[in-house]
C-alpha cells in the first residue's frame, strides 16, 4: 500500500512511500521515510528523531501498522525531534533575549531593581499571596535570567478548599478520601488528573505501575476488543455472567423453537392410518423431523387432533406421572392441568383439573363409545376405534426404559383406543386417563422379529446431519452422495455403497411397465438409488411428480406429448389463459385440444399412485353411478327398450 509523509516545518514537506505492509513495524517505516524526505529536501534525516503522529496518537517503535488501522493512502503527521546540543543551544538564545529584554525594562523604569538583586532577593509568603499572575512570571523569568538552572514549581489554586492542607478536599486530595498526606504513594490520572492514594483505590496496589496509570473512572474496558491477533475472550462478556451461561441441562439445541423445511404432502394434515413409506421402527433425531415426515404434525404438542376431528397422532415423552406402559398397552394421560403462563418451561406440579376439550376431546374421539364429559367411556368392541398413530420419545426412559428408545422418537405403529376415564391424578386433582391397545401388522420395534425388520428394510435415524457435533463422521460419510430430490438420500447406481437400496416390488414394476407416456421419468427414478421407500416417495412426490402450476402432487394427472405431468384443472385453466402450450415446456400441445382433458386421464400413473400412496385419487375420484339398465340387469327386470 501507499503512505502519505507530511513533514510538520514551515515548508510542509509531502512525500509518498510504496510498498508498504500494514504488518510492517514502525520504526521499518521511519528509515523508509527518512530516505523519501533526505531525496526530496537534499538533506539527511535520522529516523531515530523523526515523530508519526495518526489519529492523534504518537507510532511507537515495536507496533505495527496493523494496530492502528492504518490503510492505503492514510496520511502520517512528521516531526523531527531536536537534538540535545541544539536544545541547549535554543535554551541559551531564550536566555539571551530575556536578558536584552530586562535590561530595556531597567531603562524604562529606573527604580526596578536590578537583575542580580532579582534573583537573590527573598519573597515572604504575605508578599507571595499578594503577587499576581504577572508578577509571578517576571520573578520566574529573573530567577532564569541569574543562571538558575531550577525552575520554581508553578502553584495551583484550588478554588474549592484554597489549598488549606487541614481541609479534606476531593478536587486537590485523595478523590476518595479527601487527605491530603502520603504524596509518595499518591497517584494522578493520566486523564483526567484527580489524586488518588494506593491504599484508597478499589483493587490497593502495592508499588507505584510503570508507564501510563488511569483511574476507574477514565480506563477503558478492552473486553471484546481484539487487537492484533488476539483471540476473543468469551469468559469476561456480559453473557458469560448470565443466569444461562450456567445451566447445565440440554434444552434440545433449540431444535424446538427451529422451523420446518418441507411439509409432508403425500397425505392430509387428518389422515388418519399408516403414512406411506414410513415403517414401524424408524427413528428421527428430533421432533422437527417428525413433523416433516407426517407422523405426528405438531412439533411440540403430544396430540395431533381438535375438538371436532379425532385424533390421528400422539407421542409418548414421560409428561406426566401418571402415564403406565405395558409395551403392547399403556394408559395415557391427557394434556392440561399445568401453569404454563409466562416461561414456566420447568412446571412439575400440576395446579388445575383437566378438562375433555380441545386435544383431550379428540381423543375421546377416537374411541368407539360415545363421548361422556362425565364419566367417560368404553368401546363394545375396541377394533371399531379410530387408529392413532403413536411414537415413543427417548424422554420415557426415565419411567419405562424397557420400550423406550435410546435416541430421538420412534414410530411403534398403530393403536387404538379401548376406554377413556376421569380420575384424580398424584397432584389431586383430576386427569382424563385413556387406555391404547396396539393393532398393527408389523412386529413391535422392541421385540426380536421387529429389530430383524428393521436391519432387513436398513431403516436408519433421520435428521442425524442435524447434530454436527456427534454425527460428523456420518457427514463426512454421505459427503459425496448426490440429492435423489427434496429431504431424499440417492445415489448413482454405479457406486458401490454397502447399505439396504429400496427396490420396487415385481407388482409394482408391472404397472410402471405400463405407464407408457412416462418412460424417461421411469428411467431417471430407476437411474438412482434411495435408501429406503421414505426416500423413494419423497423423490418420486416431491420433485418428479409435482405440479409445475399448483406445485403440488398432481391431481387427475394429464400427461403431455412432452412428457409433463399436470393437474387437469390446472391444465385446463392454463389453456383458456395462455393456449395450447406446455406449462413446462411451451411446447406445443395442440393434440390435447380437440379432446377432453378427462379422456386424457393417464390411469396408468393413477395405478401406480394408489399401489404406493392408497389413500392418493379417495379425495377426487368420482363414484361410479349404475345406469338403469345395469340396474335391470342386476335386478333381474325386464327393460324397455326406449330406456
Known sequence: MRLRIILCTDEHVQVHINNINRREKVEDVRVKAAQALEAECGKPFDPERLSFIFSGK????????FHYDVRHDDSLLTYVRLAADALDDAVLDDNAMTVDSASKVKDVVPNSPSIASTSTMEVSPSADRNLNRADEKVLASDAGLAGSKEEPEEVVKCDHCDNTIQSNCKHCGCYYCGLKDDEEHTLACDECGSFFHMRCLPEPLDKIPEGDWYCELCKNDHTGIIVGEQKLDLTKGRKAKMPSAKQTRNWGGGMACVGTTKTCNIVSKDHVGPIPGVRVGQLWRYRINVSESGIHRPPVAGISGSSTKPAVSIVLAGGYPEDTDCGEEFIYTGSGGYDLSGNKRMAKVQTFDQELTRQNRSLALACAAPVDEKNGGKANDWKQSSPIRVCRSFKIA???????????????????IVKYWKEKGVSGFYVWRYLFRRDDPEAAPWTEEGKANILRLGIRMIGEDMDTAKNSASKRKRAGEATGGKGSRATKSGSNASRYIFKPTPELLELIRLDKDNVRLWSNMADSQYESETAYLEALTENMLVCPICQ???????TTSCGHNICYACLQSSMKSFGVLCPMCRGDISDMSDVDLKKRLNQNLVNVLQALIPSYEKDWKEPVVATKLQRARRSGKTVSATA
Open 58 to 65: 504518537q507510532l511507537a517503535n515495536g507496533m505495527e501498522l
Open 398 to 416: 426415565k419411567l419405562h426404559p424397557k420400550f423406550a428408545p435410546k435416541e430421538g422418537v420412534r414410530y411403534d405403529g398403530l393403536h387404538r
Open 552 to 558: 403440488e402432487l398432481t391431481q387427475r394427472p394429464c
